[in-house]
């Protein structure tokens, strides 16, 4: 689904399900929620390095991050795809091809 759905559609989707239940959490729940999230999804790999949880329960953790992080870019009107481009930009310039990063 990711090669058909925008990332508009997506969050067009979590704002509807966020009206429907009147839920209108700030920016510093989503900043906290996501921060939390992350940390269910990395207790996964605690002791391993290929997850020790099964595929779903992994799935599921990175997409409430994913949610938790679109709700916040769209409370602070935030360009996602803007964003990324920008990020990845200065992401070149930090780390220069011609340099080995898997030492």
């Known amino acids: 689904m990711d090669s058909r ?3 508009e559609e997506v969050k067009e989707l979590i704002a509807q399900f966020m009206k429907e239940r009147e839920l209108n959490p ?3 729940d989503l900043a906290v929620s996501i ?3 992350a940390s269910e999804l990395l207790e996964h790999f605690q002791w391993s390095e290929k997850g020790d949880g099964d595929a ?4 599921r953790a990175l997409a409430d991050v994913m949610i938790y992080c679109l709700e916040f870019a769209t409370l602070n009107n ?3 795809s803007e964003a990324i481009h920008e990020k990845m930009l200065q992401n070149e ?3 220069p091809k011609a ?3 898997n030492k």
Request: hydrophobic letters at 25%.
């Open 99 to 101: 340099e080995s990063y």
């Open 26 to 28: 700030g920016s510093r």
């Open 35 to 37: 921060s939390l999230k």
């Open 56 to 59: 779903l329960e992994i799935k």
């Open 78 to 80: 935030i360009d996602i």
């Open 93 to 95: 310039k930090k780390y």
């Open 5 to 7: 759905t925008t990332i």
